[in-house]
C-alpha cells in the first residue's frame, strides 16, 4: 500500500515564503523504486497544472511561471520530496499536490495542501 502524505502549506502574504513535504510510505521501494517525484496545483475553476519534478537520478523541472521562486528537492533516505517556494504571489493560490510515479509506472497521489496568498 502507498501513501503519500503531505504537510505545510497554509495562508501568507504575497512575497512570503512556504514549504511543503509529502513523505512516501511503501514497503518495497527496494524492488519498486520511484521514478519521478512532482508537484501539481489546481486553482479554482482551472485544470490541474504541474508545478516541478525532479527525477531519480536529479534534473528538475519548472513551469514558467514558477522557476527563479520555487524549488523541488528530495530526500531518498526519507521518501520524501519538499517544495520550497518563494516570493509567492496571490496566483499561486491553489490547492497543491504531490505525486510519485515509480518505474513500474504507477502513479500515486497525496490528498492535497491548501496554499492561500494574499495580496
Known amino acids: 500500500q502507498v501513501q503519500l502524505v503531505q504537510s505545510g502549506g497554509g495562508l501568507v502574504q504575497a512575497g512570503g515564503s512556504l514549504r511543503l513535504s509529502c ?22 475553476g482551472k485544470q490541474r497544472e504541474e508545478v516541478a519534478t525532479i527525477s531519480r ?13 520555487f524549488t523541488i528537492s528530495r530526500d531518498d533516505e526519507k521518501n520524501t520530496v519538499f517544495l520550497q517556494m518563494d516570493a509567492l504571489e496571490p496566483e499561486d493560490t491553489a490547492v497543491y499536490y504531490c505525486n510519485v510515479v515509480f518505474f513500474s509506472a504507477n502513479t500515486y497521489w497525496g490528498q492535497g495542501t491548501q496554499v492561500t496568498v494574499s495580496s
Open 57 to 69: 537520478g536529479g534534473p528538475t523541472t519548472y513551469a514558467d511561471s514558477v522557476k527563479g521562486r
Open 23 to 44: 513523505v512516501v510510505s511503501e514497503s518495497t521501494f527496494s524492488t519498486h523504486p520511484i521514478a519521478w517525484y512532482r508537484w501539481f496545483r489546481q486553482a479554482p
